[in-house]
Structure formats: C-alpha cells, structure tokens
C-alpha cells in the first residue's frame, strides 16, 4: 500500500456520536470490527470480509474512469493525496477544535489541495495548480495587517478585532458572494478568492481564522478571539472576544471538521447534476431524474423542470460533464470523494453511488447503496425521510435487475462520461 494509506471506518457507521473513527497516519492501516475490515490507499479505500476477499471491495471511480478515457490525472490525484495528509491529522479533539486554535491541520493548505484537485479535472492543464505560491500570499496577507496595524497588539480586543476587520473587509475589500449555484464558482476555491477578493462564508471564516492562527503564531496576539459565522446568505464572518460568548453563538462557532465539510458541501451542491427543486435533497432529485422518485406535486411540476432533467441526462449521455446552469459530475463526484475521506454522515455514501449510477458505474453504484443501507439498519434510526427510503429502495432494486441480466457487462460507451467536452450544453 502506499504512503498515502489512512484507516478509514471499523464496521457499518460503527462509530461514536454520529462519527466515524479517525484517521491514522500510519504508512498501512486497516480497521476491523465484526470481520468487516476497510483500507485505505490512494485516495481509495476498500471494504471487505478479511484479507484477500474481494466480494465488497469498494473504490473511488473518479480518477480511474478519467484515467481509462485518456485524461491524465497525475496532478488531481496529487493534490487528492496532499488533502489526505491534512485530515489524517484530525483527532477526535482537532475535529471539535475551533478554526481559531486549530494547530493540527493546515486549513489553507487543505483548501488549496480541493483547489488544485478540481481544477486538474476541469482544465487538464499540464502544469498543477501553485499551491506553495498561495499559501505565500496567504501569509503576505497576514504580513500585511502587522505592517499597518501594528498597534492594534497593545489595544483592546473590541479595537484590534475593528482594525482587523476593516484590513479584511475595507482595505483589501474582500466580499461575501452567496454563490449557491455554479453560476460563480470562483467563489469557492481559495485561489480564485485569494485572487478576486470574493468569496463564501466559509472561505471568508478561513481567512479570517488563517491570519488570527498567523499573529498568534508570531506572538501579536494575547487574547482569545472566535470567528462568527453567519448562516445567512449576506454576512461576512465576524470576530468577537471567547470571553464575551453567548449560549446562542455556539452554533455560530466552527470547528475545523466542520468548516471543511461546509467547503466541501458548498462545491457539491454547486455542481450537482440536478440543480433544480432546492426543496429537495440532492440525492432525490437525482433519484427523481432516474425516475426513483415521484413528485409530491405534480401539479406544481412545470414542463421547464422536466425538459431541464431530460437535458442534464442528454448531456451525460453525450459525455458532456459540465454546463452553465446544470452542474458539473466531475467535480460533483470529487466532493463526494473527499467527504466520504472525510468520515462525515453516511449519506454521503449514498448520494455517491446515485451519481455513479446516472454514469453507468452500476455494479459500484449498487455497492455503495448496499454499504449505506446495511449501516442505516445496524444503526436502529429511525428514519426521517421516508420519500428518500422509498427511492433508494427503487433505485436499489433497478441496479439489481439490471446486474441480473444475463450477459450484462458495463456499456462500451461508458467512457463517454468522462471525455473532456468543453461545449456548454
């Protein structure tokens, strides 16, 4: 196995307190429980019933598939490895760290990682993102508040907490773009913020967190100071004294899990394939596109939200992975990947294998379905949704028909999905 091999989960969902179990930065690890073993090796891991079985071996599709079409991904799978090396470090203690004191992963450097990753797939450029090159900007942007605000380190933390903010939000004019949809989605990849000065609630907390992490560092800073991070679509992250805190800012406190599974959440949704009906979750509406699921009302249902699932499956079909309002499955998949490596919720396991289903990757797809499904019956939960439990139980039982025809073997134009095609629609 490879440097890169990390433990990933012991058993189905076996873990405390709705978490999975950590990360290990061992060279080679592997976790077991019940003779339900998973292993971890570059950027994949692999379930199975005990060294040699290979009936429930489980891998990441994304980078393969991209490999078999004649795209190199050399430089995504590097970047894919640099992001491992970060959240190998998150303990059970860094992963309810608050981004302010967090010392074990480096934020930045995981938020550049996504970055280069992503824009791997999409440009197929032979040269790699210049991560090392933003993270000197990210430090010259804490450089540049020591240099103009210098006596704010002898103020009160209500006054340096102002001149930080107006540095942050006047002088270098960085902005909140509510980017929900791929209409901007520069604003969520730290290097385009760094260079645009625009950017999600959740990469403005990182900037905010990354200088105060800096001046602590240099010895500027000798209070305790947390970030606030906004729910709504508007506000910009605000630092407020850890001394003055309410009961009713803890849910506005991030931690360093959360913060990146908010980047990472925040890329998904903006690229999945079925951009329409928000009120539903993403994997219904992909459910709903491979007709698994019925509209609660059809009346409300308009010709436009039709034709607009028919084109995004016409556009797959076609191997065209992106368009200007419906998504784009690439980098939709690459933050499934990186949330499941993430030991987030379970249904994340789900909502990858619909999309592998809408790629043709049945056989996986089915796997991780089945993956997801026994842990939700180990678990005793009782279920929330029950619309998205008839669906998968649908779309479960259409991936085992289609398994069972006799002869079946994936489609010669499975590679289809995965050709660089830069038209729009």
């Given at each position: 196995m490879s440097s890169l091999s990390c433990q990933w989960?012991?058993?189905?969902?076996?873990?405390?307190?709705?978490?999975f179990c950590n990360l290990s930065s061992s060279n080679t690890s592997?976790?077991?429980l019940a003779g339900f073993t998973i292993y971890c090796s570059n950027s994949q891991f692999t379930p199975g019933l005990g060294p040699g079985s290979s009936k429930n071996d489980l891998k990441f599709v994304l980078h393969d598939a991209l490999d078999a079409s004649g795209v190199n991904t050399t430089h995504a799978r590097i970047a894919r490895e640099g992001f491992c090396s970060q959240i190998r470090k998150l303990s059970n203690i860094e992963r309810e760290t608050s981004i302010c004191i967090n010392r074990g992963v480096d934020l930045g450097k995981a938020a550049l990682h996504i970055a280069a990753e992503d824009d791997s797939l999409v440009s197929h450029s032979s040269v790699p993102l210049p991560v090392d090159d933003f993270l000197e900007r990210l430090d010259h942007l804490s450089m540049g508040y020591c240099s103009r605000y210098s006596s704010s380190f002898t103020s009160s933390p209500e006054h340096f907490i102002h001149c930080l903010e107006k540095y942050l939000y006047v002088n270098k004019g960085f902005r909140r773009t509510g980017a929900t949809t791929q209409s901007e989605p520069r604003a969520l990849y730290l290097h385009s913020v760094l260079t645009h000065r625009?950017?999600?609630?959740?990469?403005?907390?990182?900037l905010y967190s990354e200088i105060l992490k800096m001046l602590r560092l240099w010895g500027f800073l000798s209070f305790d100071i947390e970030v606030f991070f906004p729910h709504d679509s508007s506000s910009t992250p605000r630092g407020y004294c850890k001394q003055k805190t309410k009961e009713s800012d803890q849910s506005h406190v991030m931690t360093t899990q959360s913060l990146l599974e908010e980047m990472l959440k925040d890329l998904k949704d903006a690229f999945w394939p079925f951009q329409l009906d928000h009120t539903k979750s993403p994997f219904l509406r992909a459910a709903r596109a491979a007709n698994c699921s019925e509209s609660t009302n059809d009346s409300d249902e308009s010709a436009f939200e039709l034709a607009s699932v028919k084109a995004a499956l016409h556009r797959l079909e076609r191997g065209v992975w992106t368009s200007v309002r419906f998504g784009d499955m690439r980098r939709a998949l690459s933050a499934c990947e990186r949330l499941i490596l993430m030991q987030t919720e379970p249904k994340e396991l789900r909502d990858y294998g619909a999309l592998l289903y809408h790629c043709g990757f049945y056989k996986e797809a089915l796997q991780y379905l089945t993956v997801y499904q026994d842990g939700q019956k180990e678990s005793l939960d009782l279920i929330d949704n029950v619309e998205e439990e008839e669906a998968l139980e649908k779309l479960m039982i259409r991936l085992n028909l289609i398994l069972m025809e006799e002869g079946w073997s994936p489609p010669t134009d499975n590679k289809s999905f995965l050709r660089n095609n830069s038209e729009p629609w």
């Open positions: 989960f012991s058993g189905a969902y076996a873990y405390p307190s709705g978490r592997t976790s077991s625009s950017g999600s609630a959740s990469l403005l907390s990182l």
